[in-house]
């Protein structure tokens, strides 16, 4: 029972993290930046610490993403 609840628990709380980190990355980053940001082009000053800060970004998602899933299918 402890560990069902456990498992629901993480898987919640993984999904409401997952959507919130979402929700922000789709607010302060444009779309295209998220899509592309592999192929841009580094003639402008400030894009190598703008592909750094994407970069992290979508670590930080993919993370998140893939602990929900992972909690999903645990349970």
Do not use: E, K, N, Q
Request: charged share 10%; aromatic share 14%.
């Amino acid at each position: 029972m402890v560990i069902a609840l456990a498992g629901w628990l993480a898987g919640w709380l993984a999904g409401w993290l997952v959507g919130w980190l979402a929700l922000f990355l789709l607010a302060c980053t444009p779309v295209r930046s998220l899509l592309l940001a592999h192929i841009h082009t580094h003639t402008h000053t400030h894009t190598r610490s703008r592909d750094g800060i994407h970069s992290l970004f979508r670590f930080v998602f993919l993370f998140y993403l893939l602990l929900g899933l992972a909690a999903r299918l645990w349970r």
